[in-house]
């Protein structure tokens, strides 16, 4: 069922934002007056599963078999449909290459801008209706927990991280992504009450793009819920919260659970803080090496978690400040990916990957979100400057407004299929890539 959930998800999510895309270039086509001969959702080579043409129009509108895009057909353009023999015909007023220069550039532009709008749009919609939590890096008041590799790279539980090459990162969830996008060289943090430098090897940054969770929050033990059939029922009390476990004083929740298994099916002595009072307690771990209760999870019983609510004005504002900060941060980390030291094209993925990043169980916050950061991507990635997307169509454009001269169409059709073929190399690297992880 999750897995039902999760591909329901990326279909839709993914024929929204063709959609608009697809919808950003007919809307532009039509209104210079250029014949739309096609507008599709998936691709249909051999046969549509639904097709419907208009009486008194010329374009023909359907659904593919094939969930791997769309596609808007313009007449008297060089697309993906290679078709050449139209383009051997006198070109006819209604045509692409009728056009002025700066009509065409517009038609080429829309699918990529109509995907930033679409961005800025849910953004602010999930800004008004949901408002905005997160907690601050300041605020992370009991430091990190370390995964191996951040401890190799010499991090330690309980640091306390202030910046990367001396630039704060506000958001506590953002300090891993923020490292690695930025190829920090240090690291700053307070450590036992003293502030340090840790230098980062550049050669840990392709293990930082492949794994996730460097750095997890740090939180007290809490006792938020006692499974009646635990021996510790009557016991322990909702609202315990441990600062000692036989010997050991620590409160932190991950050391604890690190301890417990220590003593599996044994009586332990435990040091508690209930109702302001400290007491001690004599508690059952089972054979498991579990105590038989639920956590305390609420944040906010820990720490002071910034929310914000937004107005109608101020979603759009922040949907606008906050779609713009993501293109320059997806910038950022398309340059990791073109750059082989980083190694991070062994991180590119298919609608796999894509699949992975949507939750088990269906979330509309999460969803929403997701979808406005695909939208982003679709955008970005259609704006480089390569043959058969939207960014190679416009390179052009720009090369003949500036020296008064078109490419030749011979030029055009093999510098498409050059495009092509190289958008093909990506499609199987990614699927490649996928299929590794899956048998990994």
């Known amino acids: 069922m999750e897995t039902i959930i999760k591909i329901a998800q990326v279909i839709l999510a993914l024929s929204i934002l063709v959609l608009v895309h697809e919808f950003g270039h007919y809307f532009f086509a039509r209104l210079f007056k250029i014949r739309v001969e096609k507008f599709y959702l998936f691709f249909d080579p051999w046969f549509s599963l639904f097709k419907y043409k208009p009486k008194n129009s010329d374009t023909e509108y359907g659904v593919g078999w094939l969930p791997l895009g769309g596609y808007c057909k313009i007449s008297g ?97 953002d300090l891993q992504i923020s490292m690695a996008r930025n190829q920090a060289a240090t690291a700053q943090v307070i450590r036992d009450g003293e502030n340090i430098t840790i230098d980062l090897e550049p050669s840990y940054l392709p293990s930082v793009l492949n794994t996730p969770g460097m750095f997890s929050l740090r939180f007290p033990f809490q006792v938020l819920d006692i499974d009646p059939s635990s021996k510790n029922t009557g016991i322990l009390m909702r609202g315990d919260r441990f600062i000692g476990l036989d010997t050991v004083k620590t409160e932190i929740s991950q050391e604890i659970a690190q301890l417990l298994p220590q003593y599996k099916g044994q009586e332990v002595e435990a040091t508690i803080i209930r109702d302001g009072q400290v007491i001690r307690e004599n508690i059952y771990i089972n054979e498991e090496g579990m105590l038989g209760i639920v956590l305390e999870g609420d944040l906010s019983k820990f720490f002071n978690i910034t929310t914000y609510k937004y107005s109608p004005t101020e979603a759009l504002a922040a949907g606008f400040n906050k779609s713009t ?79 008064r001269k078109k490419p030749s169409d011979k030029f055009l059709e093999y510098a498409q299929i050059a495009g092509m073929l190289f958008l093909f190399g990506i499609m199987f690297l990614a699927f490649g890539n996928d299929i590794y992880r899956l048998f990994k």
């Not at 997160?134 to 191996?148: D, F, M, R, S």
């Not at 269906?362 to 970005?380: E, P």
Request: aromatic share 18%; glycine share 6%; hydrophobic share 50%.
């Open 77 to 173: 353009m060089i697309d993906e449909s290679m078709d050449k023999e139209a383009l051997k015909e006198e070109p006819k007023p209604w045509e692409f290459r009728s056009k002025p220069a700066w009509q065409r550039f517009f038609v080429m532009f829309g699918g990529v801008f109509f995907n930033f709008i679409l961005a800025i749009l849910v953004y602010s919609a999930t800004l008004f209706t949901w408002g905005e939590e997160y907690l601050k890096t300041e605020e992370a008041k009991y430091g990190i927990q370390c995964n191996p590799l951040a401890l190799e790279m010499g991090f330690r539980h309980g640091d306390k991280i202030i910046a990367f090459d001396n630039i704060p990162v506000e958001r506590f969830n």
């Open 325 to 403: 900060a993501t293109i320059g941060n997806y910038i950022k980390e398309l340059g990791l990916i073109f750059s082989p030291k980083t190694e991070a094209y062994k991180s590119v993925g298919s609608f796999i990957s894509i699949g992975k990043i949507f939750p088990a169980s269906w979330d509309w916050f999460v969803f929403w979100n997701i979808t406005a950061f695909l939208s982003i991507m679709l955008a970005v990635l259609n704006l480089l400057p390569i043959p058969a997307l939207d960014g190679g169509h416009i390179m052009f454009l720009l090369y003949e407004m500036v020296v």
